[in-house]
């Protein structure tokens, strides 16, 4: 494969080759055509010469026009003169009899209405006029080869040729240093991303004009190492956070089966140990599936089964299945601005993913409720629906609110009043940005809301 400042080279001497040989080409035809008419005027002027001395002046020896071919600066090569008479059908007067059958061949063409008849055999060009008179219309015929025209062509065709050759090595030269020159900044590029390491990911690429293409790549490419050094943060803070929530529950089941394996005990301690163990496991086994649902909203983005959902449906069937679960929570479900269209209740999306989203923000607003209450409120507006999910309790601090939906974050209020692993508004947020939504959060003194948008089925 070659590479690009080739290929450019390559790209640039072909398209200049052929914008010089048009222009040569364009030279040479016009440059022909301007030796022809000259040559076709001194044939003209011939014929004139050679009717004013056979007419005119009543002259009729060709040494006459000798003299005149001696006094001429460029003589005509081959030249021959004939005088034809259209009324006797004879040629009166040749300077070359012995060739005069050469003109004879083209007295069938003459037009006698016409002035001036040109035409051109091989390589003798031949002009004709008409004469009128009284004994009868008369053509002077002139022939001859423009040798000197010849030569000139020739001279031309050799020094196009050569400087076309010459422009081709320019050319190429030239070509490859501008195209060195126009990706040099590409060079500075490779080795800026080259430097580039796990250890240094915040470093980005330099360049001078942000404007130009080259700018815009730059910017692009910048726009990716951000994206990565954000997927690269958050990989550590989930392994950190995982390593973390798997380390206690395992170190402490451990700890306790150790303990218990030290001596014998009594059916109550071991029903205690084993009631322990069974909480603990109940523990890894949420954060396994939370780390499920995580990880198939990331992964299989592109595989969920879409389909059309009535949010209001699903949200009774969400309240009901986590009531079902947690006896003691509480859920209020209000219906505003309930529209007739039944387009505006339903949305394009995945239905266990969506299940999973509103359960998990219905279960985070009644775990952290001082009377384990949420109240949901739907409405559909604009071809939008919008659920909010309120509940009482400790307000988020303002400095925690943008961190609440990554991975394993938690905040100390949150942290401090309930038992979990901050996975669930992290599947939230993943949900959302799947199904083109937006999630938002307010918290204040009197509780935290949670604003879900989904676009709808008569929006789209």
Not at 35 to 61: C, M, V, W
Not at 203 to 216: C, L, Y
Not at 262 to 290: C, F, G, H, M
Not at 424 to 431: F, I, K
Request: proline share 4%; net charge neutral; glycine share 4%.
């Amino acid at each position: 494969m070659i590479n690009i400042r080739t290929r450019l080279t390559y790209q640039f001497v072909f398209l200049v080759t052929l914008v010089l040989l048009f222009f040569s080409l364009g030279v040479y035809f016009f440059s022909k055509l301007y030796l022809e008419k000259r040559f076709y005027k001194r044939l003209q002027d011939r014929a004139i010469t050679t009717t004013t001395l056979l007419f005119d002046l009543r002259q009729t020896d060709s040494t006459v026009l000798r003299l005149i071919d001696a006094a001429d600066k460029e003589p005509l090569l081959n030249e021959n003169i004939s005088v034809y008479n259209e009324k006797t059908k004879q040629v009166l007067f040749s300077t070359n009899p012995a060739n005069a059958r050469f003109h004879e061949q083209f007295i069938p063409q003459l037009d006698s209405t016409a002035q001036a008849w040109y035409t051109r055999q091989n390589e003798y060009q031949v002009v004709a006029i008409h004469l009128a008179g009284g004994s009868g219309g008369n053509w002077v015929i002139v022939s001859g080869i423009d040798q000197a025209g010849k030569e000139a062509l020739d001279d031309l065709k050799k020094i196009l040729i050569v400087m076309i050759l010459v422009a081709i090595l320019l050319l190429g030269i030239s070509g490859w240093l501008f195209a060195g020159r126009a990706l040099a900044p590409m060079s500075g590029i490779i080795q800026q991303v080259n430097a580039i390491f796990p250890a240094n990911v915040g470093k980005r690429v330099e360049h001078p004009n942000r404007s130009d293409e080259i700018g815009r790549l730059v910017t692009t490419f910048n726009q990716l190492l951000d994206r990565i050094e954000q997927a690269l943060n958050t990989q550590k803070m989930f392994i950190a956070n995982v390593s973390h929530e798997l380390k206690n529950p395992l170190t402490k089941i451990n700890s306790q089966i150790d303990v218990a394996l030290i001596q014998k005990r009594s059916p109550e301690v071991y029903e205690r140990t084993l009631r322990s163990l069974q909480e603990d496991t109940r523990s890894l086994t949420q954060l396994t599936n939370a780390l499920l649902e995580l990880a198939n909203t990331s992964v299989q983005a592109g595989s969920l089964l879409v389909e059309p959902v009535r949010m209001d449906e699903l949200l009774w069937e969400t309240k009901t299945q986590l009531q079902k679960w947690q006896e003691g929570y509480q859920i209020q479900l209000n219906f505003a601005d309930f529209p007739d269209n039944e387009e505006d209740l339903m949305t394009e999306g995945n239905r266990p993913a969506l299940q999973v989203l509103l359960m998990n923000l219905m279960d985070n607003a009644c775990k952290f409720s001082p009377t384990k209450m949420a109240v949901v409120t739907f409405r559909s507006k604009q071809g939008r629906i919008i659920i909010t999910v309120f509940n009482e309790g400790t307000p988020i601090r303002q400095a925690d609110l943008p961190h609440i939906f990554q991975p394993f974050f938690r905040s100390d209020s949150t942290a401090q009043s309930s038992k979990g692993h901050g996975v669930g508004l992290a599947v939230v947020a993943q949900v959302t940005q799947l199904h083109k939504g937006d999630i938002a959060v307010r918290s204040t003194p009197e509780g935290t809301t949670f604003t879900l948008t989904l676009p709808s089925i008569a929006a789209i």
